[in-house]
């Protein structure tokens, strides 16, 4: 199995302000993605974390939203640009290592 | 449009009894399935998967039946324990997950003593 560490686990956030979410993994892997999960709702893919080359976005989320970084095949973070309270969410990391995807343990976000 | 559905919500079940979480999906290219529990402060946990090649897959006392011609697939767990109480989650994915995954909605599960 894979051991995901996500930074932070819980903040709140001011109308308008950035934050920076950080996702470490204990392997190397080569599929990260990025998840979003509003409150009463379902998970939602964000966007999938490619290393060494740009992200590839869902429909309805735009990279100058939501910008990631993948500098190895072990970290990835996703960034929450000018947020509002629409973004109060809980995101989370997840990897496929072998034939089973893992997740983090989530940053829960509020936005006030 | 949801291309994955749990359309119960919650769902009560006696301690010792079996439960059945129940999903569907629509889009005939999704070709692996999982399931996932979620407690409440916790990322998802994954439970059990089944490819579309098979029918059924069992884990200990969790089970996953696949009906591709109704695009149905339900988890059973047998017997239900308390610490079966959570949200649990079908995910389904095309190519095996290398794109991501679709969920549903979720079904939160209440074991009763």
């Known amino acids: 199995s894979a051991v995901i560490s996500q930074k932070p686990s819980r903040d709140i956030c001011q109308r308008g302000t950035s934050l920076t979410i950080q996702c470490q993994v204990d392997s190397q892997v080569t599929m990260m993605f990025w998840y979003r999960q509003q409150p009463g709702q379902s998970l939602t893919l964000i966007a999938t974390a490619n290393q060494g080359s740009e992200a590839t976005y869902e429909s309805g989320f735009v990279i100058d939203k939501f910008p990631i970084s993948r500098p190895n095949l072990t970290f990835s973070t996703l960034t929450v640009s000018n947020m509002s309270p629409e973004d109060s969410s809980i995101y989370l990391c997840?990897?496929?290592?072998?034939?089973?995807?893992?997740f983090g343990e989530g940053s829960w976000l509020t936005v006030v | 449009d949801q291309q994955v559905k749990q359309n119960s919500p919650s769902l009560s079940v006696q301690e010792g009894r079996i439960s059945i979480l129940n999903c569907d999906y629509t889009n005939s290219m999704f070709d692996y399935f999982l399931w996932y529990k979620k407690y409440p402060a916790e990322g998802p946990t994954f439970l059990i998967s089944i490819s579309s090649i098979k029918d059924k897959n069992e884990d200990g006392r969790f089970t996953v039946f696949l009906n591709k011609s109704a695009k149905h697939l339900s988890l059973h767990i047998v017997p239900s324990q308390p610490g079966d109480s959570a949200v649990y989650f079908c995910?389904?994915?095309?190519?095996?997950?290398?794109?991501?995954?679709?969920f549903g909605k979720g079904t939160h599960l209440i074991i009763q003593p």
């Open positions: 997840s990897v496929v290592l072998g034939n089973t995807i893992y």
């Open positions: 995910a389904a994915s095309v190519g095996g997950g290398a794109d991501g995954l679709t």
